[in-house]
């Protein structure tokens, strides 16, 4: 009498996983969340302001330092006067550390639920295959995820547009009463956004790929298997069964 193949019980790597959608889309959203917070996350930038009195030749130049979590209103500006007026402190702006935040957050969980996903994918398929529980939960924080991307990503183009505008020569100098009596005040050099400016499209980019993932998890749950099985013609599982 055969006995049944035994089947593998702890680790068992399987690369294979890898050539399939549901393994390789999961390295590829573990990639995309690492640069979405990575361009993000510990981003700093600089503020040159050049300030002239009418009365004066003499110019004064501000550098203004700013980055990640962007709480500007934290940011106090030492802003020289006309004459012999004293010098007056000035906070920079409002606090926008809530949308990148976020955002920075998001990605993070967003890695280590990947890694742990590969994990299980690459050692532990077998217990995957067999139980029931672990393709739904996955299910579930997939599509959560791609919700969350969608929400998160939003959220952090919408602030940096107010960043954006907060750092603007209009915004910068209108607490500056200075600005009021000086012949030149205005913004040199800036910063570039670029980094910023991608980070935002690699939260939406996350958001396609999350959301496209849902079909292959989806796949591997009892759900999809037993709607198959109902749609299969009676004779074909006939078949499969002998």
Not at 56 to 82: H, M
């Amino acid at each position: 009498m055969e006995q049944a193949p035994q089947q593998p019980s702890g680790f068992t790597p399987n690369l294979k996983i890898l050539k399939e959608p549901l393994g390789f889309i999961k390295v590829l959203e573990w990639i995309f969340a690492i640069f979405a917070f990575g361009t993000c996350g510990g981003y700093s930038g600089n503020i040159e302001a050049t300030i002239k009195c009418n009365d004066e030749k003499n110019v004064t130049t501000l550098s203004i330092p700013f980055g990640y979590p962007f709480r500007l209103n934290r940011i106090f500006v030492e802003v020289p006067s006309c004459g012999n007026q004293s010098s007056e402190k000035v906070i920079l702006s409002n606090d926008y550390s809530a949308y990148p935040e976020f955002f920075v957050t998001l990605g993070a969980f967003a890695f280590l639920y990947c890694m742990g996903a590969l994990i299980v994918y690459l050692g532990y398929r077998h217990v995957y295959l067999e139980n029931k529980k672990l393709p739904v939960l996955d299910f579930i924080f997939t599509f959560l995820f791609a919700f969350f991307w969608l929400v998160a990503s939003s959220a952090w183009g919408k602030g940096l547009t107010d960043i954006k505008n907060a750092v603007s020569t209009e915004n910068v100098f209108k607490n500056f009463s200075i600005c009021l009596k000086a012949s030149v005040c205005r913004i040199g050099e800036l910063t570039a956004w670029g980094r910023l400016n991608v980070s935002v499209i690699f939260g939406f980019l996350n958001l396609i790929i999350w959301g496209g993932n849902c079909w292959f998890v989806f796949k591997e749950t009892h759900w999809h298997k037993k709607g198959e099985d109902q749609n299969r013609d009676p004779g074909e599982a006939e078949t499969d069964r002998k």
